[in-house]
């Protein structure tokens, strides 16, 4: 038996405040990394965020640098944990994920023994250790993160390599590093997965791919734990296409996602799609509105949905992206980024426990900042409490991450 996905205890729900905060908390200047990830940052059990930057870093094994690992807190105050040498991992793509064991999961895009990516753990204090080298034939470029699963194991995706040429890989990994390949796209079902995969309250792993499927437009996938895939849908350019993000599972059992082009004005949509595979679109992107949703969605504790765009926005000097929501009432622009406070919001937001979202751009908006931003918005949503993991088997240890709002430092707990 499993414990149903998204599982929340006590979670606080807020109505959103009419005043909204942006903030600026930390600027890359290169050696502390360079444009953040394509995954978004994750909020480990000690209450502290971490995420990864594609370059920069302190090696000189690549040009210009092959990466970083950073934790940064809720305040602000940003650490280098790890600098990628290529030996250990190039380009880390992806978000990370926080463990049962305590370890933080990833995976480098490029670097180690073959140069087709890695598979690593950190600590929290940053000891690094590489746990798989990928070699082509199991899969070759791991961008997509991974997900523990309530089995324990963790999953994930390569968008090249594998059986059947460059259509990329689903495998699992144990905590200890045992790796084995459970599917291998073909194109027909799909190829280049770029996103993470999510466990599903159903059990089984839902998941995207960049493109394949009947008009090579994309596709969604389920996979069970043991291998078996069925593709729930094929886009076809009208309803979008080019899927860079992966899926949410809502509280009301649906799936919602966004693709990166396609549809009327070739912008990207969002959309929501059943477990058996009914998809809606929900919204089209013109350009004022924001343009190509790269990042993906979350559900936040107010019920309402949030991503961003890497494109478009009512910015008058630059069309650098947005963030925005989408409620029952439809879409509403929260932030369009003009350059100030960084621009194009590429990774996919996530909401603290003190209620704030916090997110990456890819560049800065000065000479001196180029290499991108980590920033918060904040809504007015209250601070709340959830539980890692969100699945489990009955019975498994169930840590609980949140504030406590009656203490002035708010401690976590």
């Not at 305590?102 to 995976?107: D, E, P, Q, S």
């Not at 753990?121 to 699963?149: E, K, M, W, Y």
């Not at 704030?356 to 904040?378: H, N």
Request: net charge negative; aromatic share 10%.
């Amino acid at each position: 038996m499993r414990i149903g996905g998204y599982l929340a205890i006590c979670a606080t729900t807020a109505i959103v405040s009419p005043a909204q905060t942006f903030t600026t908390l930390a600027n890359f200047d290169g050696t502390n990394g360079a444009y953040p990830s394509f995954g978004s940052l994750v909020q480990a059990t000690n209450g502290n965020l971490y995420g990864t930057t594609s370059q920069g870093g302190t090696s000189n094994a690549c040009a210009p640098g092959c990466g970083t690992i950073f934790k940064i807190t809720p305040a602000g105050a940003l650490i280098t944990l790890h600098s990628f040498n290529s030996t250990d991992g190039a380009n880390p793509g992806s978000e990370l994920v926080e463990a049962t064991n305590g370890y933080l999961y990833g995976t480098a895009y490029q670097g180690g023994l073959y140069n087709d990516g890695t598979i690593f753990r950190i600590t929290p204090q940053g000891a690094l250790t590489t746990l798989h080298n990928f070699a082509g034939s199991d899969g070759a470029g791991p961008g997509g993160g991974l997900v523990q699963a309530a089995d324990g194991d963790l999953y994930g995706t390569t968008a090249h390599g594998g059986a059947f040429g460059n259509w990329g890989t689903i495998f699992k990994i144990t905590p200890a590093g045992a790796l084995t390949t459970l599917h291998s796209f073909d194109g027909a079902d799909g190829g280049g997965p770029q996103a993470p995969l999510i466990q599903a309250s159903d059990g089984d792993l839902y998941g995207t791919t960049y493109q394949g499927g009947a008009s090579d437009d994309g596709t969604i996938f389920k996979i069970t734990p043991a291998g078996a895939l069925t593709v729930l849908h094929s886009f076809d350019w009208t309803d979008g296409a080019v899927l860079t993000a992966g899926l949410v599972q809502a509280t009301n059992g649906d799936f919602y996602g966004t693709t990166n082009r396609g549809a009327t004005n070739d912008s990207g949509t969002v959309f929501k799609i059943t477990p058996a595979g009914a998809l809606t679109t929900l919204h089209i992107f013109s350009g004022s509105d924001g343009a190509y949703p790269d990042g993906g969605l979350i559900q936040a504790t107010n019920g309402n949905l949030y991503g961003t765009t890497v494109g478009g926005g009512g910015a008058s000097n630059c069309t650098c992206g947005t963030i925005f929501e989408i409620s029952p009432a439809g879409l509403t622009t929260l932030q369009s980024f003009d350059g100030s406070g960084g621009v194009f919001p590429y990774a996919r937001l996530v909401q603290d426990t003190n209620g704030k979202l916090y997110g990456t751009t890819q560049a800065g908006e000065t000479q001196a900042t180029l290499d991108g931003t980590v920033f918060s918005l904040s809504l007015g949503l209250a601070p709340f409490v959830k539980t890692l993991p969100t699945v489990g088997l009955v019975g498994a240890a169930v840590k609980i991450l949140g504030v406590r709002s009656n203490r002035r430092d708010q401690r976590y707990v």
